[in-house]
């Protein structure tokens, strides 16, 4: 994706190939690599590199699912708009259909501004819940290739 002044962003996601947990982010100064990043029953890890200095950061177990479960399951009982709305699942959609739309042609494509009418999520939405037990796998294989 090529952004205002010259930034450029890549990214490759794939539920069909070796099994890993992790995202990188790389910048000109530095990146920070999270791993285990999607795991709802272990610890996160983070590996920030800026320059020489290297820093490393581990945080406890914690289910990150329940806490939007909990909030949208509140928000339809309560008639409230839940936080992200459906407009932020929306800018996404334009984008995959953008990647597509680039990929079938070989040629950029530029989106309209997009400007949802809604709020975006803020701290006060912070509800943590512990990890979970990871799950054991019964006569069946991971969906990632092994």
Same mark, same amino acid.
């Given at each position: 994706?090529? %952004?205002?002044?010259?930034? &450029?962003?890549? %990214?490759?996601?794939? %539920?069909?190939c070796?099994?890993?947990?992790?995202?990188?982010?790389?910048?000109? #100064?530095?990146? &920070? +690599?999270?791993?285990?990043a999607?795991?709802?029953?272990?610890e996160?890890?983070f590996e920030l590199?800026e320059?020489?200095?290297?820093?490393?950061?581990?945080?406890? #177990? +914690?289910?990150?699912?329940?806490?939007?479960?909990?909030?949208?399951?509140?928000?339809?009982?309560?008639?409230?708009?839940?936080?992200p709305?459906g407009?932020?699942?929306?800018?996404?959609?334009?984008?995959?259909?953008?990647?597509?739309?680039?990929i079938?042609?070989?040629?950029?494509?530029?989106?309209?501004?997009?400007?949802?009418?809604t709020? @975006?999520?803020?701290?006060?939405?912070?509800n943590? @819940?512990p990890?979970? !037990? @990871?799950t054991?796998?019964?006569k069946?294989?991971?969906?990632? !290739?092994?």
């Amino acid at each position: 994706m090529k %952004f205002p002044n010259d930034r &450029i962003a890549s %990214f490759v996601c794939s %539920f069909g190939c070796q099994q890993v947990s992790h995202y990188e982010v790389v910048g000109t #100064k530095g990146s &920070i +690599r999270v791993d285990p990043a999607y795991e709802y029953a272990d610890e996160t890890g983070f590996e920030l590199k800026e320059g020489k200095r290297e820093h490393t950061l581990v945080t406890g #177990k +914690r289910d990150q699912f329940a806490p939007e479960l909990i909030h949208f399951s509140g928000c339809v009982l309560c008639g409230d708009e839940p936080r992200p709305s459906g407009f932020e699942g929306l800018a996404d959609i334009r984008i995959i259909e953008a990647i597509q739309v680039s990929i079938a042609t070989g040629e950029a494509v530029a989106l309209a501004p997009f400007n949802p009418p809604t709020s @975006k999520p803020t701290s006060e939405l912070i509800n943590e @819940k512990p990890g979970v !037990k @990871k799950t054991e796998l019964v006569k069946v294989q991971s969906g990632s !290739k092994d």
